[in-house]
């Protein structure tokens, strides 16, 4: 997906140098110098120029209909802003929220912008490929988000009071209709607004708007002067024309269909002016204020004092309101107010006083010269203002003290400087320099943040660029946490610290396997304090016989994974089935005379016997043919520290216990399938363990111990496999926060399963592919621990995601489970690029116009391929087009049907 960028002219040529943007998907420019365009020709000129510069010979309509693109309006001089002018309103540095997880400390506003955006456009119809937005704005939505209509234009709205909506354009529609668009108002008054409420509704255009291809093309005409781009503007003209009854008639454009929507959730923050700036910061650190959601507790004395990327050496109280200090020096010889905005100041030794309202920004020009800008905080440089030339230009810093010192006592600007206009300052900025500095102050702000851990956002940032910091800079890693910091903490900071010292060319293994270590801690904790007390609960000559199903993941795989759903939860829905009729996966226990243990696996034909705690505890060996049954016989109380009784031998217990025994595995299923098929194995050996030695475990605290079983193993995972397993049928498992992870179970229809006219179209084919989940996992889960900021957005998505899945299972939609599958799909390979290896891909590549869609279950990367057809035909010839294609000699179709049982346990 394209970006496409419209900037002020001197931030075109330098703005992925700045930034760190990939060029090939970051396209830039500007509205033609001296000439206006508008909204809508100047959508038309960032159109015309990308595609003159990424068409690749492609003609106009050829090259729209290609990708999909994101167009962001930037290209304005920002005069009521003029803290940001130079750079742009669109690379507003934007201080961490208090009560998020995973920002950067260098993001800007056009960070927080593009999440949402990418969000809508990857949900919109095929004939849609331009979205429009402002670069000014700051949207927020609920998780989960509408679908998007299938219409030529879509507008986004929010619902908001007229004395707010009068500033603004607004959307008009029926009461019968009120997706329908009626006609666009530009700024109506509140009396009209009020009129409009008695037969209808309005929406307050937020400034999204999705243009279908036709639309794009309709708007170009209309802003094409022959080959010339003209002055349109996309919402007082075109957007006036669109409608039932639009406020301009011009048929052509009101043949177009529109849609309007509500933005559920939705909150709009403005970046426009100086006192916005701070009043939507304020407004977004607020929007949580229950205690427990906030992840650091700061000092701060006002919530509208806003300091980053700032060295201060002042104290700041309680009466500098509405302050902040950006890419700036606050020496001790500084005395602020209130209403004070502070950017761009060099390192300094001033003696400098701001009254209420003053305001500094110095900016960068040439090689070594600074433009120095004193204002008041309300100042618009409207009209002329932005065109006077009223402000020095100083060779150093401490003439730019004594300049500064004498303006902000009201001196005039001193007549042996060059003196520059606001709009000269922005055209002339040195922003590499400006930017340079912003990254000085940063570094050292770097150290401050570890040292005040516990009142600084520093472990809740995205530590993976927390890491490339410190290992660009060079900087030391801060000081070892003591043991009486929260376990999280300390398991962020061995991640981070593990991350550092990999990223310089440095062992960082033994930090890794620590926050490994940790993370166990806190998960085995409770239940390894619950120690057991195995009893004999079968006759001599009984069996113990557990069978268990396997499971298919359809939604929100992944989030059952810690930490991020000790952090945040967890949101899966699988289902449990059956391959071939059977449940494949069997464990059966029977008692032996010798005390002594014997472990039997009759798909691999292995054989060990156990005859001491020294063998029963030696179970972490992944791979090892009987480390789940030696390590589900710890838990059960064989060993010492997990038994409430003590014994000097395991033959001493055993004979205690009244017999030795004989456990015997059946995975009728290949390694690696993708099915679950190791944890939910654990389950039901730990369900047969319970059941032989009367330990009373239901499924739930099967569950349970089957995610210690796991850590204790060091293979790590989450809980939706045995929970997937030894619950039957189709249900949604969700998680809160912490480390108790027993997640509740909501039983789902299985209609779309089991009814005739769908049962067939579930098709399951091995695909002869294995891979381990381990290698897959350990890396997802270092960037859950260092709060990978792209990671944990796309987590966030398929929780959200999870929550459509679950709707669409109530209403048995048989057609938008499968396509909302198909999202699952590209989720996960979206989290894990190696989740869908070559082979898979070329063998779906061929049936996919047959699927709604398909999915590899679990980690991916082999095993199973999961199938929805669109109807029995289509299965039919899936089935016939892929045996035509085998992959390899073991692949092959296997019959699958919902287990409504889940986990069994019987007795001879």
């Given at each position: 997906?394209?970006?496409?960028?419209?900037?002020?002219?001197?931030?075109?040529?330098?703005?992925?140098?700045?930034?760190?943007?990939?060029?090939?998907?970051?396209?830039?420019?500007?509205?033609?110098?001296?000439?206006?365009?508008?909204?809508?020709?100047?959508?038309?000129?960032?159109?015309?120029?990308?595609?003159?510069?990424?068409?690749?010979?492609?003609?106009?309509?050829?090259?729209?209909?290609?990708?999909?693109?994101?167009?962001?309006?930037?290209?304005?001089?920002?005069?009521?802003?003029?803290?940001?002018?130079?750079?742009?309103?669109?690379?507003?540095?934007?201080?961490?929220?208090?009560?998020?997880?995973?920002?950067?400390?260098?993001?800007?506003?056009?960070?927080?912008?593009?999440?949402?955006?990418?969000?809508?456009?990857?949900?919109?119809?095929?004939?849609?490929?331009?979205?429009?937005?402002?670069?000014?704005?700051?949207?927020?939505?609920?998780?989960?988000?509408?679908?998007?209509?299938?219409?030529?234009?879509?507008?986004?709205?929010?619902?908001?009071?007229?004395?707010?909506?009068?500033?603004?354009?607004?959307?008009?529609?029926?009461?019968?209709?009120?997706?329908?668009?009626?006609?666009?108002?530009?700024?109506?008054?509140?009396?009209?607004?009020?009129?409009?409420?008695?037969?209808?509704?309005?929406?307050?255009?937020?400034?999204?708007?999705?243009?279908?291809?036709?639309?794009?093309?309709?708007?170009?005409?209309?802003?094409?002067?022959?080959?010339?781009?003209?002055?349109?503007?996309?919402?007082?003209?075109?957007?006036?024309?669109?409608?039932?009854?639009?406020?301009?008639?011009?048929?052509?454009?009101?043949?177009?269909?529109?849609?309007?929507?509500?933005?559920?959730?939705?909150?709009?923050?403005?970046?426009?002016?100086?006192?916005?700036?701070?009043?939507?910061?304020?407004?977004?650190?607020?929007?949580?204020?229950?205690?427990?959601?906030?992840?650091?507790?700061?000092?701060?004395?006002?919530?509208?004092?806003?300091?980053?990327?700032?060295?201060?050496?002042?104290?700041?109280?309680?009466?500098?309101?509405?302050?902040?200090?950006?890419?700036?020096?606050?020496?001790?010889?500084?005395?602020?107010?209130?209403?004070?905005?502070?950017?761009?100041?060099?390192?300094?030794?001033?003696?400098?006083?701001?009254?209420?309202?003053?305001?500094?920004?110095?900016?960068?020009?040439?090689?070594?010269?600074?433009?120095?800008?004193?204002?008041?905080?309300?100042?618009?440089?409207?009209?002329?203002?932005?065109?006077?030339?009223?402000?020095?230009?100083?060779?150093?810093?401490?003439?730019?003290?004594?300049?500064?010192?004498?303006?902000?006592?009201?001196?005039?600007?001193?007549?042996?400087?060059?003196?520059?206009?606001?709009?000269?300052?922005?055209?002339?900025?040195?922003?590499?320099?400006?930017?340079?500095?912003?990254?000085?102050?940063?570094?050292?702000?770097?150290?401050?943040?570890?040292?005040?851990?516990?009142?600084?956002?520093?472990?809740?940032?995205?530590?993976?660029?927390?890491?490339?910091?410190?290992?660009?800079?060079?900087?030391?890693?801060?000081?070892?946490?003591?043991?009486?910091?929260?376990?999280?903490?300390?398991?962020?900071?061995?991640?981070?610290?593990?991350?550092?010292?990999?990223?310089?060319?440095?062992?960082?293994?033994?930090?890794?396997?620590?926050?490994?270590?940790?993370?166990?801690?806190?998960?085995?904790?409770?239940?390894?304090?619950?120690?057991?007390?195995?009893?004999?609960?079968?006759?001599?000559?009984?069996?113990?016989?557990?069978?268990?199903?396997?499971?298919?993941?359809?939604?929100?795989?992944?989030?059952?994974?810690?930490?991020?759903?000790?952090?945040?939860?967890?949101?899966?829905?699988?289902?449990?089935?059956?391959?071939?009729?059977?449940?494949?996966?069997?464990?059966?226990?029977?008692?032996?005379?010798?005390?002594?243990?014997?472990?039997?696996?009759?798909?691999?034909?292995?054989?060990?016997?156990?005859?001491?705690?020294?063998?029963?505890?030696?179970?972490?060996?992944?791979?090892?043919?009987?480390?789940?049954?030696?390590?589900?016989?710890?838990?059960?109380?064989?060993?010492?520290?997990?038994?409430?009784?003590?014994?000097?031998?395991?033959?001493?217990?055993?004979?205690?216990?009244?017999?030795?025994?004989?456990?015997?595995?059946?995975?009728?299923?290949?390694?690696?399938?993708?099915?679950?098929?190791?944890?939910?194995?654990?389950?039901?050996?730990?369900?047969?363990?319970?059941?032989?030695?009367?330990?009373?475990?239901?499924?739930?605290?099967?569950?349970?111990?089957?995610?210690?079983?796991?850590?204790?193993?060091?293979?790590?995972?989450?809980?939706?496999?045995?929970?997937?397993?030894?619950?039957?049928?189709?249900?949604?498992?969700?998680?809160?926060?912490?480390?108790?992870?027993?997640?509740?179970?909501?039983?789902?229809?299985?209609?779309?399963?089991?009814?005739?006219?769908?049962?067939?179209?579930h098709l399951l084919y091995y695909t002869g592919i294995t891979r381990t989940a381990k290698s897959i996992l350990s890396e997802i889960v270092r960037r859950m621990f260092l709060n990978n900021n792209r990671q944990l957005a796309l987590l966030r998505e398929m929780k959200a995601h999870t929550i459509d899945m679950y709707e669409a299972l109530q209403r048995r939609d048989y057609r938008q489970v499968g396509l909302l599958m198909r999202e699952t799909w590209r989720q996960n390979q979206a989290l894990d690029s190696g989740t869908n290896p070559p082979e898979v891909d070329r063998l779906t590549g061929l049936v996919d116009d047959l699927c709604l869609?398909?999915?590899?279950?679990?980690?991916?990367?082999?095993?199973?391929?999961?199938?929805?057809?669109?109807?029995?035909?289509?299965?039919?010839?899936?089935?016939?087009?892929?045996?035509?294609?085998?992959?390899?000699?073991?692949?092959?179709?296997?019959?699958?049907?919902?287990?409504?049982?889940?986990?069994?346990?019987?007795?001879?």
């Amino acid at each position: 997906m394209k970006k496409l960028l419209s900037l002020p002219p001197n931030l075109v040529g330098c703005f992925h140098e700045i930034t760190g943007a990939d060029p090939l998907e970051y396209f830039c420019t500007s509205d033609p110098v001296g000439r206006k365009l508008g909204s809508g020709g100047g959508t038309t000129w960032l159109l015309e120029r990308c595609h003159e510069a990424w068409g690749a010979g492609r003609g106009f309509d050829e090259w729209l209909a290609s990708d999909r693109r994101i167009l962001l309006h930037a290209g304005g001089q920002s005069r009521r802003l003029p803290s940001y002018a130079p750079s742009g309103k669109i690379l507003t540095p934007i201080p961490v929220f208090r009560w998020e997880r995973g920002q950067r400390l260098s993001q800007t506003l056009l960070d927080l912008q593009l999440p949402l955006y990418e969000r809508l456009m990857r949900m919109a119809p095929g004939n849609i490929h331009t979205m429009v937005v402002s670069g000014d704005v700051y949207i927020r939505a609920a998780a989960q988000l509408p679908p998007v209509p299938d219409a030529d234009v879509v507008c986004y709205g929010l619902w908001l009071d007229a004395s707010i909506a009068k500033d603004h354009g607004v959307f008009v529609s029926d009461r019968r209709t009120p997706s329908v668009l009626r006609r666009m108002l530009q700024k109506p008054s509140v009396a009209t607004l009020n009129e409009l409420l008695q037969t209808g509704f309005y929406l307050t255009d937020i400034g999204v708007w999705m243009l279908s291809d036709r639309a794009v093309r309709l708007l170009r005409s209309r802003s094409k002067r022959g080959a010339d781009t003209v002055e349109y503007d996309l919402y007082g003209e075109f957007g006036c024309s669109l409608g039932t009854d639009p406020v301009i008639d011009d048929p052509e454009l009101r043949s177009l269909s529109v849609a309007v929507v509500p933005l559920p959730g939705g909150e709009f923050y403005h970046f426009g002016t100086s006192g916005e700036m701070i009043s939507s910061m304020q407004a977004i650190q607020n929007i949580v204020n229950d205690q427990r959601e906030i992840m650091h507790h700061g000092r701060k004395p006002h919530p509208s004092i806003f300091v980053q990327n700032a060295i201060t050496e002042i104290t700041i109280t309680a009466e500098n309101t509405n302050l902040w200090i950006e890419n700036s020096h606050v020496g001790p010889g500084w005395t602020i107010s209130h209403d004070n905005i502070i950017t761009g100041v060099p390192r300094n030794d001033w003696h400098l006083s701001l009254g209420a309202g003053q305001c500094v920004d110095v900016v960068p020009v040439g090689e070594g010269s600074f433009a120095v800008r004193p204002y008041r905080i309300g100042d618009k440089f409207a009209g002329e203002e932005q065109q006077r030339r009223q402000f020095p230009v100083v060779a150093d810093v401490a003439e730019m003290g004594l300049v500064l010192a004498s303006m902000l006592a009201g001196g005039p600007a001193p007549e042996c400087c060059r003196l520059m206009s606001a709009e000269e300052i922005s055209n002339e900025a040195n922003l590499p320099r400006l930017v340079e500095q912003r990254r000085r102050y940063r570094r050292d702000n770097w150290a401050a943040l570890a040292r005040n851990y516990e009142h600084s956002v520093f472990y809740q940032t995205d530590l993976d660029d927390a890491a490339r910091e410190f290992a660009r800079c060079g900087m030391e890693l801060p000081a070892p946490l003591p043991v009486e910091a929260p376990l999280m903490t300390r398991i962020h900071d061995a991640m981070f610290r593990s991350e550092v010292l990999r990223l310089t060319g440095r062992d960082g293994s033994a930090d890794c396997r620590r926050a490994f270590g940790l993370l166990r801690e806190g998960l085995t904790e409770t239940v390894l304090a619950d120690r057991q007390e195995p009893r004999l609960s079968v006759y001599a000559d009984q069996i113990v016989w557990a069978r268990s199903p396997v499971r298919i993941d359809i939604a929100g795989g992944w989030t059952d994974t810690p930490p991020f759903c000790l952090m945040e939860g967890g949101n899966v829905i699988n289902l449990a089935i059956e391959l071939n009729g059977q449940p494949p996966l069997q464990a059966y226990i029977r008692p032996c005379r010798e005390p002594h243990i014997v472990l039997r696996s009759i798909d691999l034909g292995a054989v060990e016997v156990v005859e001491t705690y020294e063998q029963l505890a030696d179970f972490i060996h992944v791979g090892s043919p009987f480390s789940i049954p030696k390590a589900a016989l710890v838990l059960a109380g064989f060993q010492p520290g997990f038994s409430l009784e003590r014994h000097a031998s395991l033959r001493d217990q055993l004979e205690v216990f009244g017999c030795g025994m004989e456990l015997t595995l059946l995975s009728a299923i290949p390694a690696g399938s993708g099915l679950g098929t190791s944890s939910i194995l654990a389950a039901t050996v730990l369900g047969a363990v319970s059941d032989f030695c009367s330990l009373a475990w239901d499924k739930n605290e099967i569950g349970r111990r089957t995610l210690v079983l796991e850590q204790l193993l060091t293979t790590g995972g989450g809980w939706q496999d045995q929970y997937g397993g030894v619950h039957g049928g189709v249900k949604l498992l969700q998680t809160g926060r912490g480390f108790d992870q027993s997640p509740l179970v909501r039983w789902l229809p299985d209609d779309v399963y089991t009814q005739p006219d769908c049962a067939g179209c579930h098709l399951l084919y091995y695909t002869g592919i294995t891979r381990t989940a381990k290698s897959i996992l350990s890396e997802i889960v270092r960037r859950m621990f260092l709060n990978n900021n792209r990671q944990l957005a796309l987590l966030r998505e398929m929780k959200a995601h999870t929550i459509d899945m679950y709707e669409a299972l109530q209403r048995r939609d048989y057609r938008q489970v499968g396509l909302l599958m198909r999202e699952t799909w590209r989720q996960n390979q979206a989290l894990d690029s190696g989740t869908n290896p070559p082979e898979v891909d070329r063998l779906t590549g061929l049936v996919d116009d047959l699927c709604l869609g398909y999915k590899l279950p679990g980690a991916g990367g082999g095993g199973y391929l999961y199938m929805m057809a669109k109807d029995p035909e289509a299965a039919a010839r899936v089935k016939q087009v892929i045996n035509a294609n085998r992959m390899n000699a073991n692949a092959r179709f296997v019959d699958m049907t919902l287990s409504k049982a889940g986990l069994q346990v019987s007795r001879s």
